[in-house]
């Protein structure tokens, strides 16, 4: 597996080692020494997710302040653009966001770490996303900072208007969210 640190250097991308032939492809999705080997990091995974969503659905941004979850998500079908934000006070990156396109095609995996919130908006006809997290939902601690937050200034590759839940449609201002120390 490839490792590599994106623009705020604890986000990180994954590329696993593909095998390909006539018959398709085979790769390991996940490994837990060749992950922790790779990053350094040594994470517990306690729950997986499967998202689909259409065109245009824009999911985010989301965390959980006092269960954060670490997330390790990869698309299987169609393609996202997906976007963490840094909501840790105290690091030289703090309100910052990085933008990632992950596909189906590009196989590309990204580890978000806890003190982050994560969204993603879908570029294909449809998305499946799978994503591994290190502590269970907790929908009682989960917040939602606005996806389209002035301060923010995400630049969302927008084609036409999101199609977004009333949860998300209802998200607080960044300025006013709870943050991480």
């Known amino acids: 597996m490839n490792v590599t640190p994106l623009r705020i250097p604890d986000l990180l991308e994954i590329e696993p080692r593909v095998f390909e032939d006539a018959r398709g492809y085979f790769y390991e999705s996940f490994n837990q020494k060749q992950f922790e080997d790779a990053t350094g990091q040594v994470v517990n995974f306690v729950q997986d997710n499967h998202s689909m969503s259409v065109r245009h659905a824009l999911r985010g941004l989301h965390y959980q302040l006092t269960q954060p979850q670490g997330k390790l998500l990869r698309v299987v079908e169609g393609s996202v653009f997906d976007v963490a934000?840094?909501?840790?006070?105290?690091?030289?990156?703090?309100?910052?966001?990085?933008?990632h396109v992950l596909s189906a095609g590009?196989?590309?995996?990204?580890?978000?770490p806890e003190g982050f919130a994560h969204g993603f908006m879908v570029l294909s006809e449809q998305a499946q996303v799978l994503y591994k997290?290190?502590?269970?939902?907790?929908?009682?601690d989960e917040h939602c900072i606005a996806?389209?937050?002035?301060?923010?200034?995400?630049?969302?590759?927008?084609?036409g208007t999101p199609i977004v839940s009333a949860k998300d449609a209802g998200g607080e201002p960044f300025r006013a969210a709870p943050y991480f120390a």
């Open 106 to 112: 590009n196989r590309k995996q990204l580890w978000i």
């Open 133 to 140: 997290t290190t502590r269970y939902y907790a929908p009682e």
């Open 147 to 159: 996806w389209n937050d002035p301060d923010l200034a995400i630049d969302w590759p927008l084609d």
């Open 85 to 99: 934000v840094d909501l840790r006070r105290s690091s030289a990156t703090f309100g910052q966001w990085v933008g």
